[in-house]
């Protein structure tokens, strides 16, 4: 069984930093996909980020430029680096993992507070 854990969520003011961090059990890790997604009360999931096996990202317009996706398969940990927060980066975010051979896992989310 594949687990997710989330972890360094809180609150920060706008134009601070995060990083946040997601550990994966089980030993699918390194041969998939992985991507943070993001949910602010009262609006759909949304897509953030994502990094292949290959180590090629891909950021939604509303982040690039500000955070940074990055993956240690060592650790089967992978990271979002947050960089000039802004409040409507306000969400629980989650990580999941995905691939062609695999259903998708999802983590239980962290909580990302942006004061303004």
């Known amino acids: 069984q594949v687990q997710l854990v989330e972890s360094g969520g809180g609150l920060v003011q706008a134009g601070g930093s995060l990083t946040l961090s997601c550990v994966a059990s089980?030993?699918?890790?390194?041969?998939?996909?992985l991507a943070w997604w993001r949910q602010a009360p009262g609006k759909q999931r949304e897509w953030v980020a994502s990094i292949t096996r290959g180590d090629n990202t891909y950021y939604s317009d509303s982040v690039k430029g500000r955070f940074t996706i990055s993956r240690d398969n060592n650790k089967n940990t992978v990271y979002l680096q947050m960089n000039s927060l802004k409040p409507e980066d306000t969400a629980n975010y989650y990580c999941k993992i995905f691939g062609p051979n695999i259903r998708d896992y999802w983590g239980q989310g962290t909580q990302v507070t942006v004061s303004s």
């Open positions: 089980g030993n699918i890790f390194s041969v998939n996909a």
